[in-house]
């Protein structure tokens, strides 16, 4: 098949979080598969700076119309391997800047022309090498109008550019949402401006346009896709949602297991598997000492590496942090985003320098050390679409403390319930529940022999793209 992926991050070029890993490995697997997949991401100065770009080669120019003007995108292409494409669209004018999406705390004013206008030059490169692409696949809002701009070209030039479409949710509380002013720029037809186009109170919205006109919709693990048809979790988007319920699934993503495994992981200062933890522990005693402990500690390590946000459930580690003041513990936090939680928890940190660290940086490597590292990993979200640490922690022999919310619950088995089975621990996002799971860590970190045999449960499991990607191509080809 040739299959087009069109999304706003991938690894290792441009990362905010887990939508680049699940582009990157997921596109890779496929064109392992043999498939010819191509992969468009914006030029951002990221991907521009990326030592891999540099054997990037300009390819085309192109005119893409965006409202009343014409304007003008360099193309460039880059093997990443064999079957595997890269279409970078190149205008600095939108996307040479020093973040995807905004800067201090709040979006870019012009996202809405940015993202429209990657769609539409998508499609006109689409039309210009013709493709003739199997399947245009987009991920989030930020490709949501892509299958309606590619059924408008299509029906200007009565000629097919792509035989399906679908749109992947990678997370629906993000929905590129602009006021209806914005819909001049798109250039659709202005009937597409109402309740059953992507008109959203009044405002146009990018990701309701992706549910509506994709021909398949999926979201990131079965759990998820039955949560977004509730208003709990739809995010205002339910009822639009559940239009789609009978062309919606959910896959579980991947992990990519060159980037993450400790038996190979070069990032990580000693490797181990399951065979033999040695490593593990030289990677406990750095993680101490980056993080200005004694390395010679030898009580339980509480890892957590998040985007600050609201949805990682910011406000419940807080809510429980006489836990990690009282206890015999440390805690060890790599996070950035949201001002309020950077700065409630440097001030934790700073009232209790010798159990808690905090770094906000954008740091690859010291991600690695905490899973490796750590003894437990927290993941109180609020919700989560998929989750990608929780599945990396148990490879890694760290145990997730987790919420009981989408692709946690199906990816991560409750000790508590499960005694012979079970990978984690698991609890309600609420502070009395979240409090009781942090103290059975406790207990379990007494108890080496069963900590043990949780350990290396996980470090068993099978995340591997491959089964994510099958379940893909299978949909594909299902879908042609
Ligand atoms: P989300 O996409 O909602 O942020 P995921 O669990 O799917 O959540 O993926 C998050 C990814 O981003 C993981 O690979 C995680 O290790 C990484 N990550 C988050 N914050 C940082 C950071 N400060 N430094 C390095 N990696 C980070
Ligand atoms: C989103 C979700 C996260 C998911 C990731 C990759 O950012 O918040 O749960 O793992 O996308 O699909």
């Not at 887990?18 to 990221?46: C, I, N, Q, T």
């Not at 701009?149 to 399906?164: F, G, V």
């Not at 609201?310 to 936090?333: M, P, T």
């Not at 900590?451 to 089964?467: A, H, L, P, T």
Request: charged share 25%.
């Amino acid at each position: 098949m040739k299959i087009v992926h069109a999304a706003s991050e991938m690894f290792p070029l441009v990362k905010t979080g887990g939508l680049a890993d699940a582009v990157g490995a997921l596109s890779k697997a496929l064109a392992g598969f043999g498939h010819e997949v191509a992969v468009f991401l914006p030029g951002y100065r990221a991907v521009l700076k990326h030592p891999m770009f540099a054997k990037a080669a300009r390819r085309l120019m192109i005119q893409v119309e965006l409202g009343d003007e014409f304007l003008q995108a360099d193309v460039y292409t880059l093997s990443l391997g064999k079957k595997l494409t890269l279409y970078v669209i190149r205008r600095d004018e939108f996307y040479d800047r020093s973040h995807p999406y905004g800067g201090e705390g709040r979006d870019y004013d012009d996202n809405d022309c940015r993202f429209i206008y990657f769609c539409k030059a998508v499609v006109e490169v689409l039309r210009i090498v013709d493709f003739k692409a199997d399947v245009v696949h987009c991920h989030d809002w930020q490709t949501g109008l892509l299958p309606v701009l590619l059924r408008m070209e299509e029906r200007k030039l009565q000629d097919t550019l792509a035989l399906k479409t679908v749109l992947t949710i990678h997370n629906i509380a993000f929905q590129g949402v602009f006021p209806n002013k914005s819909f001049s720029l798109t250039n659709l037809p202005e009937d597409l401006m109402g309740i059953d186009g992507i008109e959203f109170y009044g405002q146009i919205n990018m990701l309701k346009g992706g549910i509506v006109f994709a021909d398949n919709v999926t979201t990131v693990s079965p759990n998820y896709s039955k949560e977004i048809q509730s208003s709990k979790f739809g995010c205002g988007l339910e009822g639009v949602v559940r239009t789609r319920a009978d062309d919606l699934v959910g896959f579980i993503n991947g992990v990519d297991t060159e980037v993450w495994n400790p038996k190979t992981d070069p990032l990580l200062p000693a490797n181990y598997s399951v065979v033999s933890l040695k490593g593990k522990s030289a990677c406990r005693r750095n993680l101490l000492g980056k993080n200005g402990f004694s390395a010679d500690y030898e009580g339980p390590i509480y890892g957590m590496v998040c985007r600050l946000a609201e949805q990682k459930g910011i406000d419940l580690l807080l809510s429980v942090r006489e836990f990690f003041i009282k206890e015999d513990c440390r805690l060890i936090i790599l996070g950035s985003g949201d001002g309020k939680y950077e700065e409630a928890l440097r001030k934790l940190a700073e009232a209790h320098p010798n159990k808690i660290a905090l770094s906000t940086a954008l740091d690859e490597e010291a991600s690695h050390l905490i899973e490796a590292g750590s003894d437990f990993f927290l993941m109180p979200s609020i919700f989560e679409p998929c989750g990608l640490n929780q599945m990396y922690s148990q490879l890694y022999g760290t145990i997730p403390l987790v919420s009981k919310v989408g692709g946690l619950v199906d990816t991560v088995v409750d000790i508590e319930k499960e005694a012979t089975k079970g990978t984690g621990l698991m609890f309600a996002p609420k502070t009395r529940d979240f409090r009781k799971a942090l103290q059975e860590s406790l207990q379990l970190f007494q108890d080496k022999a069963k900590m043990n045999q949780v350990i290396k449960r996980g470090m068993k499991q099978d995340f591997s793209w491959e089964k994510a990607a099958r379940a893909y191509e299978n949909l594909y080809q299902d879908m042609i």
